[in-house]
């Protein structure tokens, strides 16, 4: 009798050893449970992405939305937004930056050159996403530009073909002798761009001469300088040309002085044509990379500055119909906005 007692005590006690020590069953109750666990922590992953915007005007607002609907478009409600706009103060750009820094965001984008210079400022970690950006090696202070920056930033350009805008300036105006370049000289791919220009209008014949403000209180009286001295004005991508081109237009329409912008907005304001991209393709597409970083791992260091895909020939009917100028067939008229 002892015995059996014995026994079943026995049997008991291992059954309760194999349980304690997880068997099979309980075993793989456990890694169930686990992979529901990583699962469900999976499927609520989501993601802070800060947005510095330089200042506020129609192209960078449309490169901002479009960066933001790709997003969306991808992540849904897995993405939220810290935006600050640094109404056109580099000094302002470089608070936001670090603002974002310390609130630990996931990713940075940053809406024109200051924005993406504070943001390669601010952090080496973070990983950064330019767009209404020009020319990176420039704004980056890179030799021997290759397409990668080799650091936490990458991006796209907003450059648009400036040996074609030359063209086109040539093709409205082949009987202009002078013409002058009008920008922002605290904007480093402004005189990059005039660098480009200048040389393949040079070689059409035409003499070029530059004019550049320090600020927006500088741009009246540059600008009616430039406008007194010149057959035509080239405005190139700048984002103080961009807040400004009612003043612009103010003085060069009543002078009769026609104005070539280097994007839609601006020529919007005070220019007859330009050669324009779409802010919103360039932001989303900006967008896109973001995902891809943020979802796959991309490394930024290594992932090539995008560009738009398409250029368009667009004019201003208003500034054409009073300068008595009419554009071929292949422009298309900017919409009223």
Partial sequence: MKKKILAVLLSTFTALSLAACGGPAASSTADSSQKAS????????????????LVQHPALDAATQGFKQALTDKLGDKVTFEEQNASNDTATCATICNQLVASNVDLIMANATPALQAAQTATDKIPILGTSVTDYGTAL?????????????????????????????????????????????????????????TKAL????????TYTFSDSNDVQSVATTAAS?????????????????????????????????????????????????SYYDLGYATGEMACDILTNGADPATMEIQFAPKFTKEYNPDICKTLGITPPDSYKEIQAS
Wanted: aromatic share 6%; hydrophobic share 30%; net charge negative.
């Fill in 38 to 53: 990583e699962q469900t922590s999976s499927e609520v992953q989501s993601y802070t992405v800060g947005i510095c915007q």
């Fill in 141 to 197: 202070g890179i030799d021997n530009w290759s397409g990668t920056t080799g650091k936490n930033v990458s991006g796209t350009s907003d450059l648009a073909p400036l040996d074609q805008q030359a063209e086109m300036l040539h093709e409205l105006f082949p009987d202009a002798k002078k013409v002058g370049i009008l920008y922002c000289s605290a904007e480093p791919n402004s005189k990059y761009q005039d660098q480009v220009i």
């Fill in 202 to 209: 040079t070689k059409m014949g035409y003499t070029c001469k």
């Fill in 229 to 277: 001295e010149n057959d035509v004005l080239y405005l190139p991508t700048d984002n103080t040309v961009a807040s400004n081109t009612g003043i612009i237009n103010n003085i060069c329409l009543p002078a009769k002085v026609p104005v070539i912008a280097g994007e839609e907005g601006i020529c919007a304001g005070c220019g007859v044509a330009t050669l324009s991209i």
